[in-house]
């Protein structure tokens, strides 16, 4: 038979369990940021493009809805552990910020990867 032990609930435990509580569920924000930055990222408008596909060579491009810079990456495979090139354009005013990637000496694969990406 289990025995229970019925324990008076007294002020001191009470603040005592009440506080313990209340730094455990703070503590469950801690890891968690407080504002988000994600709208100051700039956003790509109108889709990544490709175009002028040749043999061994291709143009990316994407506009931006600020100034920004455009990080396109070129692997052999999705997953991106054999980046082959990697190529950053700016896209300015001046460009109505459009940043547009000219990759050059593609060797023919079976399949290839691109990724576009951009920062501030």
């Known amino acids: 038979m289990v ?13 005592t369990q009440a506080a313990s ?22 956003r790509i408008t109108h889709g990544i493009q490709s175009g002028d ?3 061994d060579s291709g143009v990316v491009w994407a506009r931006a809805d600020r100034p920004s810079r455009m990080i396109v990456e070129v692997a052999t495979t999705d997953s991106f552990k054999d980046i082959r090139s990697a190529v ?12 547009k990637a000219l990759l050059e000496s593609l060797r023919r694969v079976r399949t290839s990867s691109t990724a576009c990406g951009s920062r501030t």
Do not use: H, M, N
Not at 3 to 15: E, H
Not at 21 to 42: E, F, H, Q, V, W
Not at 88 to 99: M, R, W
């Open 53 to 55: 596909v040749s043999a």
């Open 88 to 99: 950053a354009i700016d896209a300015l005013p001046e460009s109505d910020f459009t940043a």
């Open 21 to 42: 509580t209340t730094a455990l569920a703070a503590a469950g924000t801690i890891g968690k940021p407080y504002l988000s930055r994600a709208a100051d990222r700039p």
């Open 3 to 15: 025995a229970i032990s019925r324990t008076r609930l007294t002020r001191r435990r009470f603040l």
